[in-house]
């Protein structure tokens, strides 16, 4: 079901440069560099990052090419979008 959002995600950014996304007992997991994992729960389009259904944080994934997502959209506080790509692993 997550397979297309799992891989090692980078981006041009010196607060989140890189993340993995996995799947582990059917939840989509995103991993920072730390080690630090949130889970990551389908909410519209995207997704929520975190446990706490009030938070803010949200994550897409705006293009998936043969079934696997190549790009995603983490906004930032300012309000910019800076776009990641994402190296899938199998």
Known sequence: M?????G???AWNPW???FRNIIR???LLQISPSGQEQTLHPDGGGFRIGDDPHSPERIWFDTVVDGKAVRLVLPTTTGSSPHSRCHNET
């Open 16 to 18: 989140v440069s890189n």
């Open 25 to 27: 007992k059917g939840e």
């Open 8 to 10: 090692h995600c980078r």
């Open 2 to 6: 997550w397979a297309a959002y799992s």
